[in-house]
């Protein structure tokens, strides 16, 4: 080890706290990875489903406020309605 003008050593630490050289934290930094994709998968799948309701809700109002639209609208929600009364329990 060398000193400089300040008689300070240049590499003060032991190797025992280099992590990048300790093969036992390998599998953690995989694990860690792991969780940060999963992370971001779960966000992007409640992102979508956000973008869906929004939309929906949406086009809901824009239906409701249009009158021949809004007939439409009840139109096939009264069908629907029977559908599933018919076909469901």
């Known amino acids: 080890m060398e000193a400089d003008l300040n008689d300070v050593q240049n590499s003060t630490r032991s190797?025992?706290?280099w992590p990048a050289l300790n093969l036992?934290?390998?599998?953690?930094l995989v694990l860690r990875c792991w969780a940060v994709l999963m992370a971001l998968a779960s966000t992007m799948a409640v992102s979508l489903v956000a973008v869906l309701s929004v939309g929906s809700y949406l086009a809901v109002s824009l239906l409701a406020k249009i009158r021949p639209l809004r007939h439409a609208y009840q139109l096939l929600s009264r069908a629907y309605d029977r559908f599933l009364d018919r076909f469901v329990l």
């Open 15 to 17: 190797r025992r706290y």
């Open 24 to 28: 036992g934290a390998l599998p953690e």
